[in-house]
């Protein structure tokens, strides 16, 4: 059983930078698709960002991209997401999430972007931006 687990996050200031890690246990990540989600309070869980298994396909939401970058290094069988001019509307508990390319059934260098397409998630890492 695929488990995740999330680390880097913290309090920052308006600018600062992040780079969040999901790590994985029971499986290898080698054939997962991952994505990125984050809750906000009294928000809805939004998409973030994704990651193809090949690491050559990439998708992020508008309000991150250039921003955000999220890279895979399946021989550390870990996902980040390293998060720079960061903004207090960033502020959430951030999330990863895994999908078995196979169930996917999406092509090598696609991933997901609903968060009800993955079966596998980690317990979150929150993350502030104030002053």
């Known amino acids: 059983q695929l488990q995740l687990v999330e680390s880097g996050g913290g309090l920052v200031q308006p600018g600062g930078s992040l780079r969040l890690s999901c790590v994985a246990s029971g499986s290898t990540l080698d054939w997962y698709v991952i994505g990125w989600f984050r809750q906000a309070p009294g928000k809805a869980r939004e998409w973030i960002s994704c990651?193809?298994?090949?690491?050559?396909?990439?998708n992020y939401r508008d309000s991150v991209k250039g921003r955000f970058t999220i890279s895979r290094d399946n021989a550390r069988n870990t996902v980040y997401l390293q998060m720079n001019s960061l903004k207090p509307e960033d502020t959430a508990v951030y999330y990863c999430?895994?999908?078995?390319?196979?169930?996917?059934?999406?092509?090598?260098?696609?991933?997901?972007?609903?968060?009800?397409?993955?079966?596998?998630w980690g317990q979150g890492t929150q993350v502030t931006i104030s002053s």
């Open positions: 990651i193809s298994i090949t690491g050559n396909g990439t």
């Open positions: 999430a895994a999908q078995s390319w196979i169930n996917a059934g999406i092509k090598l260098n696609s991933c997901l972007r609903s968060g009800m397409e993955y079966d596998y």
